[in-house]
């Protein structure tokens, strides 16, 4: 989940546009810490639930979206882990739980303060076994108004919706939510009246393909089938009266539908708004891979909360805007498919969908717009100082540290773009076609460390200090740039770089700079920069007017400065001296420019040891071992150079 950029991009960018982007930002993650934050007081994986695999969930649900309150029988199949006596399953203890049966045997159970069911077997399940209980609970699940299991109106209207991420499934139904077991597939009987008060049709929406709607006197049983892994903070219901409609996705011959469910008084703008999402998974599906549950369906459920969830084949929406269907969407392929294997990796979840938002910018809008985009990204970044990407164990337990708008979302995804221009676009669509297609990640999950090995081995390069700095590591770089000319065609630059957090000692990246001439002319180049003080040779055929740094704003820096340089500091990175260290000799190095007259050697107590006028190669057999320092008298002033005799 599940906030939205922007609607529009249309107009330059200006302090109005980007704080209109931070509080819209601002707003939707506020939401959304607020609908995790009455279920976040433990983040770690229950261990209790760890020796056993979930493998299917019969679930058969009972609502009125009238009445906040559920009733359900749960069927879930398991295979042993280890041999066990007893299972467990994450259940929040206002629940209450009537009957537990393995085989038609009533089993024993209790529930206790830890959120637990703990279920005694009929006997001893051996590993690999797979054992089969069927749990019949009923309750009230507790909500703070955008919690995991909801009852509310819209335009009068009754509505019953869930969103579970990151740790409400529990709330409503009997699970095991560990994010390191997939359901492998389910089946999900929702029972409701048929009718509401006004005579209208109850609508029941959940993951998979819609199987039947079978009516028995006052009550429907709508059932759908979801066949591929899902984990339960993804498994969603919803039923309202609603209004369904669908789009149809080509998908190069074998098209699927997206089906949407809204709220009929927002029929007519829903259809216009939606129509969208099928350009949007064209792209999607270009620039990475086929949508992956085009099998069974794609759609929308509208839902009471200002913001967007991106259940598994079903988004649950709270509006229609352009980049909340993208980011909705694109968790499909980043989230769903290929899920982040810790809450400190969510960055793989909100980061990718938040940069895909940004690729329907850059597609749909323009090159402007999506500069736009990123100058927005950058400002929020560096508006503080610290911060990684990658959680801590205690950020873990911090609902607003897991979705910050700030970190998890915009540095996260402006790092994939840094990362996608330190590569090029075909190094790096390959590596996330990759990442995608992994038998060992696809439908299951990943972590950072797969995320990387799959980026260097489409690329080629060791990206250790690139994730070092900017994934685990926090802040960001601040420039100042000088140059000079050395002649009447070349210029040389130089880098220096201050960090705002002194986790990283540097921040290697490849720096855009611009040159402009007075006569209009334009030389984009890129200064692979790795070291403080490093400098650069540029030829350049015209005057100069000015030296704009990383003008298409493709980098995370902040407070950044080039200037002409007035010392003749940056000239003396133009000598080179070599061999360094030297036994026998050295020679020199210059720019046509520089015109050296003489030159002297010192020893490191000062005293001169050598005088010479300039020459290209320079004898030191007989100076002793060690540094040295030598003096060259230029046309730009005295200017050192270090030197080590062997």
Known sequence: MKYYILLFFLFPLSLTFAQTYEDDLNTIAEAEM????????????????GNYDVTYHKLEFTVDPSVSSISGV??????????MNEVTFDLTNNMVVSQVLQNGNSLTFSQNSDDELVITLFQTLNQGETGIVEITYSGNPL??????????????????????????????????????????????????????????????????????????????????????????????????????YSHTVDNNGNPFEIVNYVYPENLATAQESTAITVDIMELFSTKFEEYPYASEKYGHAQF???????????????????????????????????????????????????????LVVEDF?????????????????TSQPDGAVYLTDADTTNVNRIFSSRLSYNKGSMVLHMLRKKLGDTDFY?????????????????????????????????????FDDWIYNEGYPSYNIQWAWLD??????????TQSHPSV???????????????????????????????????????????????EVHLISKNNNVTLSTSNLILSDSIFLYPNPSKNYFKIEKPDALKIYDLSIYDVLGKIVLEAPYQEQVDVQTLSSGVHFVKFSTNQGVLFKRLLKD
């Open 488 to 497: 009447t065609n070349q210029i040389q630059l130089q880098v220096n770089q």
């Open 430 to 466: 390959q590596g996330m076609q990759d990442y995608l297609s992994d038998s060992e990640l696809a439908f299951d999950y990943a972590k950072t460390p797969d995320y990387i090995a799959k980026m260097e081995a489409a690329s080629g390069q060791n990206l250790t200090e690139f």
């Open 304 to 358: 009471g909360w200002g913001g967007g969830m991106e259940h598994t084949t079903v988004s649950f929406m709270g509006s229609f805007g352009r980049n909340l269907i993208a980011h909705e969407l694109a968790h499909q392929w980043f989230g769903n498919k290929i899920t982040c294997g810790s809450w400190k990796d969510i960055w793989l979840n909100e980061g990718f969908a938040n940069y895909l938002s940004g």
């Open 74 to 83: 749960v069927t879930t199949h398991f295979v042993a882990k280890e041999n």
């Open 505 to 551: 000692a540097y921040f290697e990246a490849p720096i855009p700079i611009r040159i402009n001439g007075v006569q209009g002319e334009v030389l984009d180049i890129v200064l692979d920069n790795t070291f403080e003080g490093e400098t650069f040779l540029q030829t350049v055929n015209f005057e100069i007017s000015e030296i704009l740094f990383d003008p």
């Open 143 to 244: 909500s703070s108004g955008f919690g995991s299991f909801a009852q509310t109106t819209h335009n009068g209207a009754p509505i019953i919706w869930t969103l579970s991420e990151p740790y409400g499934a529990k709330g409503w139904w009997p699970c095991k939510q560990d994010l390191n077991d997939k359901i492998d597939s389910l089946d999900v009987y929702i029972t409701t009246p048929v009718f509401n008060g006004a005579n209208e049709e109850y609508i029941a929406v959940s993951n998979g393909v819609e199987q039947s709607q079978v009516i028995n006197g006052n009550f429907k049983t709508t059932h759908y089938k979801h066949e591929f892994p899902i984990p339960a903070y993804l498994v969603a219901i919803a039923a309202t009266n609603y209004e369904v």
């Open 365 to 381: 809008d323009g090159e402007e717009s999506f500069k736009n985009w990123r100058q927005s990204s950058v400002n929020l970044i």
């Open 34 to 49: 607020k609908s995790a934050s009455n279920r976040i007081y433990n983040q770690r994986v229950n261990f209790n639930t």
